[in-house]
């Protein structure tokens, strides 16, 4: 019998192959002073350059690979490494104190860590872009190579302390077929990314890295949250046929592709893929999608140092409307800030970015982004099937003040003899609790709303999912999250207009028959949950729904309403959670 580690399932089914220790070098530095200033400059520019050369084709397979919380970090550090304030101190140190440039670059990183020591979720993901950049910065200084799994050329399962998204983006699929780690949870950018890349992955093991040597065999079970190491000829052969069933399972998920969703008792509903990159389209189309339910245009605006111009993102949307034609594409205008700095746009250092000047806010505040933005979406209207959705609506004067500049725009463009559709449906993203109070007022002026599950159970707790602390706080099951969905659903349906969903909670099975039942029309998610989601909406019967729902929305506590789901819902007995 195998020893067995337990760890959170991070998806992706079964992997059975060796070990590969993904581990860190000793890259620590006492301080140490020189008598050659110069030459110490100069490492430390070499350092800069390679750095920066390095990160740039990282950030261009981040974006064409990873999901979007771990394509932010790796521009945060290319944002960090052409900053010239930052490599301007590192010198500073150097000629005045003179440090060496492994010492300088040491002391300033120590000293940017403690002054943004807060694990709220923005400031934690700059805390791993710094601390990784750290780590490439001195590695040249130090003339030690790190770690690249981008070199593996035999089939294997990465075991790694933690992953940085530089680790992930030279990941080759071909040979990386599973990952275990010591640290994560089921919100990790590692995590997310293993589900979408259908990677099989068990996080947060704590002690992985201990007790695994290299080349030990191992077998991840990314549905159940299991490794074992060095199992028996039966446990391979027992995991094999689990690996096959689960393989025929997913399989027989295809014949879906190409169907509506639609429940049980007859109800259709619209299921739409999350897009980050516009040559993604192919994949969501393959994994069945009926439409994009959210493009995330600030994708366009990460990883480079200059601002798309209106040509640049109109032939991108243009090709993502023209592709998805006759589905629907809902294109979110630009949302940056909290997590998502862009190196390209200088934004003030705020004690609290979440709470700060980000998404539609910084758009209002600044049209000359986004008012080419928002011509560049007129003129990509007559394609196929657009819809506009600003995101982090607080008022309804920022959503008609919103609306208002993309009419102006359409005005202008229309008098130069520039066409746009006749009919462009604008939405809005749910994501605050003041949104939520106004919803009957806004889903007057609104043509749909797309609830922000992620965002909205944060702030509905005042909770940040990144601290450790109060992440046990965020919990998007929770009735208080309920009451706000089924308020803004009853709001929006009063006056005639549809609701969507997106983030987690989205791909959550055992949120769907609540979701179902509150009335939701629309669900965007990442591809690969598409076809499992909708295999499940075909089982239930959605007026069957309607006492859970309220029953739930009257419950104490999230544990409560989990447990009445998977007690009241045998459509889930297939669903491993």
């Known amino acids: ?52 050369n390095e990160l740039r084709e990282i950030c261009q397979r981040a974006h064409a690979q990873l999901n979007k919380q771990a394509a932010v970090v790796v521009d ?45 979720q923005g400031l934690h993901q700059r805390r791993i872009a710094m601390q990784d950049l750290f780590k490439r910065l001195m590695s040249h200084i130090l003339g030690i190579e790190l770690p690249d799994p981008s070199r593996l050329k035999h089939q294997a399962i990465i075991v790694a302390h933690s992953l940085t ?23 990790s950018h590692f995590s997310i990314m293993t589900k979408e890349k259908a990677i099989p992955g068990v996080v947060g093991t704590k002690t992985a890295t201990r007790e695994i040597l290299d080349g030990t065999s191992l077998i991840v079970d990314g549905i159940h949250g299991r490794v074992l190491l060095s199992p028996t000829p039966a446990e391979i052969d027992e995991y094999e046929k689990k690996a096959g069933d689960y393989a025929r399972e997913m399989e027989s998920l295809g014949v879906l592709k190409h169907q509506r969703t639609v429940s049980a008792d007859g109800r259709h509903f619209e299921i739409g893929a999350n897009l980050f990159m516009p040559d993604e389209i192919e994949s969501a189309k393959n994994s069945g999608a009926e439409g994009i339910g ?21 032939l991108a949307y243009k ?36 709470l700060g000047m980000r998404s539609l806010r910084f758009s209002l505040a600044h049209p000359e982004i986004m008012r080419p933005q928002m011509r560049a979406l007129l003129r990509a209207s007559v394609y196929g099937r657009l819809a506009v959705m600003f995101p982090m609506v607080s008022t309804l004067d920022e959503f008609l003040a919103a609306r208002k500049v993309l009419e102006e725009e359409r005005q202008k463009l229309q008098a130069k003899g520039i066409g746009c559709a006749n009919q462009i449906e604008v939405g809005m993203m749910v994501e605050v609790p003041a949104a939520v109070e106004m919803a009957d007022q806004l889903a007057q002026y609104a043509d749909f709303f797309s609830i922000g ?36 659903v009853d709001a929006a349906h009063a006056e005639g207009k549809w609701v969507g969903i997106c983030g987690e909670m989205a791909n959550n099975s055992l949120a769907t028959p609540l979701l179902l039942g509150m009335g939701i029309d629309e669900f965007s998610m990442n591809s690969t949950s ?40 045998p459509a889930l007995k297939n669903f491993n959670f």
């Not at 295999?535 to 009445?564: C, F, Y």
């Open 1 to 52: 019998m195998s020893r067995q580690l337990n760890g959170i399932a991070a998806g992706g089914g079964i992997a059975i192959a060796p070990a590969y220790l993904l581990g860190v070098p000793d890259l620590s530095v006492k301080q140490q002073h020189t008598d050659n200033v110069n030459h110490e400059v100069a490492r430390l520019h070499d350092s800069f350059a390679i750095t920066a």
């Open 76 to 120: 945060m550090q290319l944002q960090l490494v052409l900053a010239d304030d930052f490599q301007q101190t590192i010198e500073h140190q150097i000629v005045a104190n003179k440090y060496t440039a492994g010492y300088a670059v040491k002391k300033e990183t120590d000293r940017w860590l403690a002054e943004n020591a807060s694990s709220e």
């Open 165 to 187: 998204p530089t680790d992930i983006a030279r990941f080759d699929r071909r040979y990386v077929v599973g990952i275990v780690s010591d640290l994560g949870g089921s919100t």
């Open 294 to 314: 959210l493009m995330r245009s600030e994708a366009l605006f990460m990883g480079r140092d200059t601002l798309p111009s209106e040509e640049e993102q109109f």
């Open 319 to 354: 090709k993502i409307v023209a592709d998805m034609t006759p589905e629907r594409v809902i294109i979110r205008t630009l949302d940056i800030g909290g997590d998502k700095p862009i190196a390209a746009i200088q934004t003030p250092t705020e004690d609290n970015p979440f």
């Open 453 to 488: 599950s992620n965002d909205l159970t944060q702030y509905m707790f005042a909770a940040d999912r990144g601290n450790s602390q109060v992440a046990h706080l965020y919990q998007t099951l929770h009735p208080a999250v309920l009451r706000a969905i089924k308020h803004t």
């Open 530 to 569: 598409i076809l499992p989601i909708r295999s499940l909406i075909g089982e239930l019967h959605v007026r069957q729904l309607q006492p859970l729902v309220h029953q739930a929305m009257n419950a104490r506590n999230a544990k409560e309403v989990r447990q009445m789901i998977i007690g009241r819902v």
